[in-house]
């Protein structure tokens, strides 16, 4: 199809890219890291939608993928002296490795059924991480800012890794829209709108799912090496937060499930609204019942998120939002 | 392969149960390639599940089902279908929030030929045209009414390509001048080569569309014949006895065309 040639697919990109040059042109190193985690939402946000918007598969768990790419990825770089360049598609690697193993588990499980085995598994990950000594038990793993000094020092290996997040989050993007406008997103379509229909059609449920659950694994997991390296630590409790994954679905329907921007104005809007929210005290420690708040007023007001309501007011920017 | 009275189907004594319910009871037929085979019998006498086991949904208990001299019993319904064997819902399951254009691509895209989206789109246009959808093509399926929903299923399943279609109730509740466009469309499906098993309680369209004739009760193959020949057997005069209107609609109509 020529549906590269619809405006809404350079209008993410577009946004992206400015976005992620903000920080260069301004120059403000406060910006980056405010920018830098806006692109770990998105990217993260536009993965996940690949299983939960196109396909129709919640899983409240997704973060294990982000976790465990990290736990590796810093493993083999602290430990095995791995360069960054290796460690990122291996952790992306391990996470689609994960995510086909998991795949084969529990995709058989439809509705609440999967989504309450996703969070399972992120908690068993985490479980098993923190009685795991070589990956360091409940305290996790270190560098010293010793190893930063091969990546031009502390101050460009800051710069080095948010380019590398901003590179995979258009990678998102561009897979996220890749595989909307495939012969596979339409079979992953099928199978979200009714998944007996989609096999009595023709598709082959199993391996468009698992397929899907690995698309929207790698990402995440080739992200999670690069947040924790530039973190200088790793440990159970911040790789595997639940809220984190809650978070994610809100971002997704909050911008619009199954459609290619929705997760990139999601994540935006959401995290606007979070570091808003944690100037004040009273909200800091009620960020995730603030979620969920959030994620039930869009189920019940706007269920297709804003790029969906606005598809569905304006019929004719359906080239440009998608 | 045989010749010109080859069996694309052949069903022997197939068995279907849930439990303690025998919804389909050794069942046995043949059907001849090029034929229109018509399925009647009482509701919950086992149509649909007998349909669900040919097309893969379930596993027959007991039994084979064997298409196109391949044994299919016990496949998955994807593996079925890229056979050549389509199948319509009775109950209409559009895919809502696709376009009715981009149902009938995801039909043509997996069905019996692989297709890219771009040769399935030129299907899907072709095949709706031949159902008469063309002008709904860019709405969301949920917005069609019934009579719309039945012909996006026959053009979803057309879109396959399938040498062998099971309809399950495509005229039911469509009005009169919808049910006998419908039936121009089943005799121009035959006409294009495909075999056509249909279920169906609008008696005098079966009777008119169909070579022979089948009749469930009660899970049981209790007549096979020519439309008149059933239409005169006792034994599914007597199935209908719970629905005496039903039987004497059934009489009327045989007589009468
Ligand atoms: N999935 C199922 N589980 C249990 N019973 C079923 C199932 N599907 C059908 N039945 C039962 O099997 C019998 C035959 O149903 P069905 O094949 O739908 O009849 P028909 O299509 O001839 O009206 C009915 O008694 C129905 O309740
Ligand atoms: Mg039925």
């Known amino acids: 199809m020529n549906s590269w040639k619809y405006p809404a697919f350079w209008i993410a990109l577009l946004l992206v890219v400015i976005g992620g040059l903000l920080p260069v042109i301004t120059g403000s190193n406060v910006l980056r890291e405010n920018i830098f ?45 791995w360069s960054l360049w290796l460690a990122v598609p291996a952790g992306g690697l391990v996470a689609a490795i994960l995510a086909w193993l998991l795949g084969l588990a529990i995709l058989r499980l439809r509705g609440a059924y999967f989504a309450l ?27 010293n800012f010793s190893i930063y000094q091969q990546y031009g020092g502390a101050a460009t290996m800051q710069w080095t890794t948010y380019w590398l997040a901003f590179i995979l989050t258009i990678a998102a993007i561009v897979l996220s829209y890749a595989v909307k406008f495939s012969r596979f997103g339409l079979g992953l379509m099928a199978i979200r709108e009714d998944e007996d229909a989609a096999m009595v059609m023709g598709v082959r449920t199993p391996n468009a799912k ?17 947040f924790f390296f530039r973190n200088s630590s790793v440990e159970p409790h911040s790789a595997f937060r639940l809220t984190r994954s809650i978070e994610m679905i809100v971002m997704v329907m909050l911008g619009g499930q199954g459609t290619v921007q929705g997760p990139l104005v999601g994540a935006a809007l959401y995290e606007a609204i979070r570091s808003f929210l944690l100037t004040s005290p009273l909200f800091k420690d009620l960020q995730l019942a603030f979620a969920g708040l959030l994620l039930l007023l869009i189920i019940l007001f706007v269920p297709s998120g804003v790029i969906g309501w606005l598809r569905g007011r304006y019929r004719k920017l359906w080239r440009v939002l998608e | 392969m045989m010749a010109a009275q080859e069996n694309i189907l052949q069903v022997k004594g197939v068995t279907k149960r849930f439990g303690g319910l025998i919804a389909v009871n050794n069942v046995t037929f043949d059907l001849p390639r090029g034929q229109i085979l018509g399925l009647i019998g009482p509701n919950g006498a086992g149509k649909t599940t007998l349909f669900n086991v040919i097309n893969g949904v379930y596993a027959p208990t007991e039994g084979h089902v064997i298409f196109k001299g391949t044994d299919i019993s016990g496949w998955q319904p994807y593996d079925v279908v890229k056979l050549g064997l389509a199948r319509t819902h009775q109950i209409v ?24 989206l771009k040769e399935a789109q030129g299907i899907a246009d072709e095949v709706l045209g031949f159902v008469n959808l063309s002008e709904r093509r860019d709405m969301l399926a949920g917005s069609l009414n019934v009579a719309q929903k039945k012909r996006l299923e026959m053009a979803r399943a057309l879109a396959s390509r399938p040498y062998l279609l099971l309809l399950d109730e495509v005229l039911a509740g469509l009005n009169p001048t919808e049910i006998a466009e419908m039936v121009q469309v089943v005799l121009k499906i035959r006409e294009q080569g495909v075999t056509i098993l249909i279920i169906e309680h609008v008696m005098h369209a079966l009777m008119n569309v169909s070579d022979r004739v089948i009749v469930l009760d009660y899970g049981q193959l209790i007549a096979e014949g020519s439309p008149e020949e059933i239409a005169n057997d006792p034994k599914v005069i007597e199935a209908y006895l719970g629905d005496p209107d039903l039987a004497k609609r059934l009489m009327e109509n045989a007589d009468g065309d």
């Open chain 1, 117 to 143: 085995a996703t969070i399972g598994v992120n908690e068993a990950v985490r479980t098993f991480i923190n009685n795991f000594g070589p990956l360091g038990g409940p305290i996790g793993l270190e560098v």
């Open chain 1, 37 to 81: 985690l806006i692109m770990l939402s998105v990217a993260l946000a536009s993965s996940l939608n690949i299983l939960l918007g196109y396909a129709g598969y919640v899983s409240f768990g997704h973060i294990v993928f982000f976790g465990v790419g990290g736990y590796i990825g810093f493993y083999l770089m602290a430990v095995q002296n």
């Open chain 1, 210 to 226: 698992t397929m899907a659950y690995i698309l929207s694994a790698i990402i995440p997991g080739m992200m999670g090496v690069i």
């Open chain 2, 93 to 116: 399951r559009p895919l809502n929030d696709l376009t009715v254009l981009e149902n009938v691509m995801a039909g043509a895209c997996y069905g019996h030929e692989h297709h890219s």
